[in-house]
């Protein structure tokens, strides 16, 4: 199993960037999909979550402007966000609990990072 994430870039303050990130290989159901992101020098704090229902958590910082989704059939979770500023500069990584077959636990998986850089 991988996780492929892509659509960082440089954008200006205000501007908005989608993420998105394919999971491939043997998958028997996602139940959760999560995005995280790394500032330099900062801990790695979650940013957003979705559940397999379409359940979604939000980190204080980006309730409002960040919308997490998820296309089950595609097992692909995208992240939009909006009104970026400075502060959301950080590598962005997708993560998620992965069943690979019926009735086994799922094991966490992590995607190789996409940088979101947010300047003038």
């Known amino acids: 199993v991988q996780l492929q994430a892509s659509g960082g870039g440089l954008v200006q303050p205000g501007g908005s960037l989608r993420l998105s990130c394919a999971a491939s290989?043997?998958?028997?159901?996602?139940?959760?999909l999560n995005w995280h992101r790394q500032a330099p020098g900062k801990q790695r704090e979650l940013v957003a979550s979705?559940?397999?229902?379409?359940?979604?958590n939000y980190a204080d910082s980006v309730k409002g402007r960040f919308t997490i989704s998820r296309d089950n059939a595609k097992n692909t979770v995208y992240l939009q966000m909006n009104s970026l500023s400075p502060g959301d500069t950080a590598v962005y990584y997708c993560?998620?609990?992965?069943?690979?077959?019926?009735?086994?636990?799922?094991?966490?998986?992590w995607g190789q990072g996409t940088q979101v850089t947010v300047s003038s």
């Open positions: 993560n998620a609990d992965i069943r690979v077959h019926a009735g086994r636990p799922t094991r966490n998986y």
């Open positions: 979705v559940t397999s229902s379409g359940i979604t």
């Open positions: 290989g043997r998958i028997f159901n996602i139940p959760a």
